[in-house]
């Protein structure tokens, strides 16, 4: 991802990080199928394992797991969602961070999670952010990944009121798994959901778990 896309994207959510708290933080309450594969992943997850969830946000997704016994650091390109995430979950860690150039050691965590963290950027640029997903993971370890599915790309001007400069982007499974794949990933599970009526933006939704061998 260029540094201007990057800056784009970063002062966008630093706009609308307090909003996006606001609407998002407790939306996990209103969605039980993710709340069960949370569960799920999280029962995979091994004793004392480092799990980091990418793309962070408020914190809620690493919230819940936190609340299943996981230890888990939020990473996040936004200074401000950051902010709100320590806000809204104090003595959890979050910091920011660039899913193109991860400020981990190599083979460092057991699992990522990662909700709709690559809805802004480019298919072009998703090797990178796989394959940095696939250095840190040690082997054995697991990925969560949740997109919007569909072929589509979505420039709107303004988010709740708030100016932004970013694209939405909906992404094939099929795509997907052929990226992760070619960044060394073995898919576990596919699996795909219809949206939550009233309670989230009205897309397909899908999920892939995925290991590192």
């Not at 996006?20 to 004392?48: C, G, M, T, V």
């Not at 996981?70 to 709100?84: E, H, K, P």
């Not at 193109?100 to 802004?120: K, R």
């Not at 709740?160 to 094939?172: K, S, T």
């Amino acid at each position: 991802m260029p540094d201007q896309s990057s800056n784009s994207i970063r002062d966008s959510y630093d706009r609308v990080a307090e909003e996006y708290a606001r609407r998002i933080f407790d939306e996990l309450q209103h969605k039980p199928f993710d709340r069960q594969l949370l569960d799920r992943f999280a029962a995979r997850i091994p004793k004392n394992g480092q799990v980091c969830d990418m793309g962070c946000g408020p914190g809620h997704v690493a919230r819940y797991l936190h609340d299943a016994g996981v230890s888990i650091l939020g990473l996040d390109l936004s200074a401000a969602m950051v902010n709100q995430a320590r806000k809204l979950n104090p003595g959890m860690l979050f910091r920011e961070g660039n899913m193109m150039a991860l400020d981990l050691p190599n083979g460092t965590l057991s699992a990522i999670t990662a909700f709709y963290a690559i809805v802004n950027i480019a298919k072009t640029s998703l090797p990178l952010v796989f394959s940095e997903m696939a250095r840190v993971l040690h082997p054995g370890g697991l990925l969560l990944l949740a997109f919007h599915t569909g072929n589509d790309i979505i420039r709107e001007k303004e988010l709740w009121g708030f100016p932004i400069a970013m694209d939405f982007l909906l992404f094939q499974p099929s795509e997907i798994v052929a990226l992760l794949r070619e960044a060394g990933f073995v898919v576990e599970e596919i699996l795909e959901r219809d949206p939550y009526p009233d309670f989230e933006y009205p897309s397909h939704r899908a999920y892939i778990l995925a290991l590192r061998p």
